[in-house]
Every structure is written in C-alpha cells, then in structure tokens.
C-alpha cells in the first residue's frame, strides 16, 4: 500500500481496500507506458533508419524466430495474467461481504441519500461512520438506479431499482469524505451527493448519543407488521395462521412449490412483500396480496430488518452475494401463502 499524496488530484486513501486499488491502478499504468515507450520510439528509430533510399527497393526475407515469438508471447501472457490476479483479489476483498459488520441501511432517491442506522438515526447526504470499524451497507432506490460512490474509500456500488445491492467498507482515517451519486439519475443528478464524517469511536458514541435516534428498524419493522399492514393477522405464527412462519427464516433454505429451494436473505424478504405469488412456500396457497405500492424503499428495509430480528444472530448469516452489475438474478421470492387445502 503505497501513499498517493504527492500525485495531484487524487483523493485521499481513507479505507483498507484504497492501497489495494491503488497498487493495481498505478501497476495498470506502468504496464501501459513500458508498452507504450518502446512502440513510440520503434516508429521513430525505423522511420529513419529504414527510410527509403532507392526505388522498389526488396528487403531481405526473414524466416521467423523461435526465440522472439516465445518471447512476445510469454511476457504479455505473464502481465495479463498478474493484472488477472492482482483484480481478483481486491474485487474479492471489495465484494465479500464481512461477518458482524455494522449495519446501516441506505436508501436513494432523486435526489439525496437517506441513511438509517441499526440504533434508529437517520441522516440525509450525511453518513456518520466509526473508523476501523467494517460497516455494511444494504442499499435500495426509491425510483431510478444510482450509483453511491465514495472515492477515498476506492469503492462503489450501483443501487439498483427492484433489489439490494451491498458495499461495506472499513475506514482507516478519521476525517469528512466526499460522497457523490455516481450514475447519472436525471436532473439534479450532480447534487446528490454530501459527506462522509469518519470518527473516532468515542465521538462516534457521543454522535449517536447526540442524536435522537427515534425507532429504530426493527421496531418500526414490528410497528408495520402487528399494526400498520396487519402482517400479523396472518403471519404470527401458530396452528391457526395462514400465512408462513417467520421466526427463524432468515438464512434458512425455503422449500418452494414445484420443487425448488431458495435462500431466505434480504432480497427474498423483499421480494415475498412486493411479490408474494413470485415463490409461494411449499405447503401454502398463494394468498398473500401484493404490498408493492404499498410501501416505501425505507419501509420495506424496516420490515426485512424485522423479519431478520425474528432469527437470532441473523447479524452473521447468509453474506449477501454484492457487487452491481447484473440485473441477471432478480430473486423472485414468496414466503407467503396459506396451508394447503384450506380447510
Ligand atoms: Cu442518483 Cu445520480
């Protein structure tokens, strides 16, 4: 990990992850200008030393060599190969989810980010994080896809309509970061953004303490459950109830009508509330309504963070699998449903 302050505009390295990408980015430019120089000054050298001196003049034939075709191919195989490795492992390192990471819980909009910490404070176009802590975000968008970037951290996410996406990240520096939505989200785009403030762990305590922390997810998650959506009148629990057992979901493997299984993670909770008839549990009809429109982004992170309070240390379970990119798996999921037959 080297230190980047004397290169001019580059920002500061304030996570583990900023040496690692870096190390890469900076090997990625040496690459290119040791390949470059040579081919620059070749073009040179050979524009004069070969120049035309006479007229249809036939150069001498050349009947290949063993020794420069090894040679030309075994030096890019190793320089790709090194750039192979060398990104696998910091994408592995950014996108790996850590165990017992806190956890906040971000939502965007046009145009702000709204954050919400495990004790209940929220903040908007501010994120108050302890240093030397690995923090966790579960992101979710309102309306259209954005990006939360964190360019002292070397590290972003696209925050993606339909799904959660993840990006954790551990500061080393106490200090004010610049945070910026980086995907283009419509007109005020380039105001989405606002700070990072990195603080010792005492300060973070005294910021917490500071600020009214009102309900805290969970809660309001229970809150919407037993009153606000009547969740409880069918998922309770219980002989009698319709609807499918919660407690100790989270992480489990659900068995799904016609035959497949489906992990219980974040996105499968959403999914079961915004589309119930998606992946009905084995043994239930699907009964469940449809909540989508129903509730917010912000609601619906409530509700998941309640369903994961039902497990106990549901904090470590199923690492979510991050990263942006593909729309390719949408989990579609159900936890609803009512027992089979009826009655
Ligand atoms: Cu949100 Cu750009």
Known sequence: MQNTSWVPFFPEQASTVAGMVDALYFYLILVSVA????????IFVFAIKYRAKEKFATPEEIHGSMVLESVWSFIPFVVSMTIFVG???VYFYQYTMPENAMEIYVVGKQWMWKAQHGTGQREINELHIPVNTPIKLTMATEDVLHDFDIPAFRTKADVVPGRYTYLWFNATKPGK??????????LNHSGMGGWVYVMERRDFDNWLAGNASGQTPVEIGKDLFE?????????AGGPQQRGAKLEGLYGSTVKLVGGGTVTADDDYIRNSIINPAGQVVEGYQPIMPSFK???????????????KSLTPNAASAPAAPAASGGPAQMPAANAAAAPKGGK
Do not use: W
């Not at 390949?35 to 070749?42: C, E, L, R, T, W």
């Not at 429109?293 to 369903?307: D, I, S």
């Open 35 to 42: 390949f470059s120089i040579p081919v620059v000054v070749g």
């Open 87 to 89: 990104g696998a492992l």
């Open 177 to 186: 970061y610049h945070l910026y939505c980086a995907e283009y989200c419509g």
């Open 227 to 235: 009153a606000k959506l009547s969740c409880a009148s069918c998922h």
């Open 293 to 307: 429109g129903q509730v917010t982004e912000e609601q619906l992170t409530a509700l998941v963070a309640y369903v």
